[in-house]
């Protein structure tokens, strides 16, 4: 668990995925990732200080947690999508997919563009349909916050990263169904059932934790 006190300034929702279609229209693209950018940025995130919070948990659900960061004071301040280098292909050549939301303190906001507050309702509703749609693998990391290339004292940013996506409905908006299995991989029961997530991720007394 993790209490999101007024040291935690900022909150990264930070998806990845391989189906495109999934990319939201709302939000702005930027230039894909080049090699060497991914070279860097791997190299930031291994000299990193990085506290984790949740250990990578699958099959999570995120249906009421945007509702959760409203009430605990937190509000979107950017969006931004971009093509990524897939690291499992050793070619180099496949891409995924990474789709960040970026919320703030209300209290700590400076300034947002008119640009941006004209859409954001949108990227709301769009956000709140990756939520409720699938179920994904969910890690959390706290680390000290920078600006101007310098940790903030006492000033945090959490990392929330969504991953293996699994969708829960159809293109029909019909539930996936899958079989159940017993410990040695054998079906069980008489017919397939809808998936379901195991955990839910939630914000209660202003405490990050997940909820089976």
């Not at 829960?168 to 079989?179: A, E, G, K, Q």
Request: aromatic share 8%; net charge negative; glycine share 4%.
């Amino acid at each position: 668990m993790l209490l999101l006190d007024d040291s935690v300034k900022l909150i990264i929702l930070q998806f990845s995925f391989s189906n495109p279609s999934i990319v939201p229209a709302s939000i702005k693209q930027v230039e894909s990732e080049s090699l060497d950018d991914r070279k860097i940025r791997k190299s930031r995130e291994d000299t990193d200080t990085s506290e984790i919070i949740i250990e990578p948990t699958e099959n999570a659900y995120l249906a009421y947690f945007i509702d959760d960061l409203k009430t605990a004071g937190y509000e979107i301040v950017d969006a931004l999508y971009q093509p990524r280098v897939d690291p499992k292909d050793l070619a180099e050549k496949r891409t995924y997919h990474m789709v960040r939301f970026l919320f703030a303190r209300t209290e700590s906001i400076e300034k947002i563009y008119e640009g941006f507050l004209k859409i954001r309702p949108t990227i709301y509703t769009d956000l709140e349909g990756m939520c409720v749609d699938a179920i994904w693998r969910v890690r959390a990391l706290l680390n000290p916050l920078s600006k101007n290339g310098k940790d903030v004292y006492g000033q945090h940013a959490l990392s929330i990263n969504l991953e293996v996506r699994k969708p829960l409905f159809n293109p029909d908006d019909h539930h996936v169904l899958t079989w159940e299995k017993d410990e040695d991989g054998n079906r069980i029961g008489d017919e397939p059932v809808p998936i379901m997530p195991d955990y839910c991720l939630r914000i209660e007394n202003d405490f990050l934790k997940l909820v089976q």
